[in-house]
């Protein structure tokens, strides 16, 4: 059986002023994937 | 001076051209191919497919541009792959034929010292029967103008809703191995969301149907994300989603035949069966361009350089399920018969799939191809570019810039409803793409940089990385300082 939203959850998600603080937080945890950078995998090699 | 040539101009072949141009000087010549006059930023398509963007919005002519930045630009396709030349040219060459204009239908040969394949996938609308828009009424949104005639259908079907009819919405893969859950997810969300906007929700029977064993499999086996204070299987969280929208799922669905109003599937309990469609959105198999290459003397070598896509450095050894690793994927994306060939982005062939293989008891094939997605298009475009440009100027042939999707982040971003107050997203990111358990035996992925989110500000983020990409796209100021 699928969890269900709670309305809490979706006060949350839909709350614009919230949501702001979320936005920012998206967008550096974003960019801290981006920055980990990449590599390869065999090797040892970064 | 050295000749780069970039074959398609989608995501992974303008990013490409872009870093070689800006890291190149003028002596060396940069080269792109490709039969599209315009440049389109594919993750917003699914927006044209709703009618809240237009294709303007979404693409730019590609020719003013290349001329601006010193790009010669052909428009053309390609043919043939010569990659030893032949008896009139020592280097490796193209052949292409003009697609537009006065030369339209002409070939033409275009040597290269580096040849980048960023010819992506072929939408192969064929391997389902019937799937082809057009033939029947299914629509697409992978491209600008399917995704145009998605939105005129959408509407019609909008209309009837309107009227008092009751309409059956049937959203997801068009084939057992189609890939591009994510696009479809991202389309149902975002129509069912429209049909309150119109006010005819009630009117609607919505299904997702897919080749997913379960859903938030995405072709990348699922995952496990962090949801800030739980860890919560994509499973259950595209579960809670699609329970919380009154949308049906059909899941581990191969479907085989699209006729007017019907998807024909089998399931993998070798099950036949059908589903009645008013409207409907199905993603084709992606397939290899069935391109042909040949030696200097002109024998076939396509088994050299393709199979299906472009061969790279992967292990293609066939192995079962429980002996895949994350070395078996690529890193630099190098021919290894032809060392100054590469593909990147959806033009690799890739060493098996991410998510498990399955077979219906009837022995069809039923599960996902790996997902195909922008981020790491333009990751792998740029560490080419970036060898590519290390080799000209500083010689020799060791290959620096490396990036397997088994040690790659990728951020998803699947808007699933539009609007500045009223939109919502799905925002996923995850560390390795493919994941490696011999590293992460818990989930494959490394928890801290695999997360969920919900929320208004998934939509923000995805609508500021539309206008983002296409300033990058477009080679305005300091466009490199966005990461890919």
Redesign the interface.
Known sequence: MAKKITRFQKFIMHNPFIQFFKFIYLNIKILNVVAMGHGGTRNGKK | MAKVVVLGAGISGHTAVSYLRKNLSKEHEVVIVSPNSNYQWVPSNIWIGIGRMKPEQCTFPLAPLYKKKNITYIQAKVTTFHPEGDHEIEKGFVTTQYVVGDKKGETVKIDYDYLINATGPKLNFEATEGLKPGTHNTTSVCTYGHAMHAWNDLKKSIDRMKNGEQVKIVIGTGHAKATCQGAAFEYIMNVEQELHRYNVRDKATITWISNEYEVGDFGMDGLTVNMGNQLMSSK?LI??????RGIRIIKRAGVYKVEEGKVYYENLDGDHKVEAFDFAMLIPAFSGHGFKAYDKTGNDITDKLFKGFMIVDADYTAKPYEEWT??D?P?TYQNPNYQNIFAPGIAFAPPHTISKPRTSKNGTPIFPAPPRTGMPSG?TAK?VADNIVEMIKKGGDHLHH???M??????CIASTGFGI??G?GV?I?T?PIVP?YKKYPETGRINS?T?G??????H??KL?LHYAFLYKAKMKPFWWLI??
């Open positions: 259950d579960e809670m989603v699609f329970e919380d994350v070395q994927w890193e990751i560490l490396l990036g397997s088994g040690n790659m982040g990728a951020a107050l009223k919502k925002t990111t560390n490696d940089k997360i989110d919900l929320g208004l500000a998934g923000w983020v500021a990461p890919e």
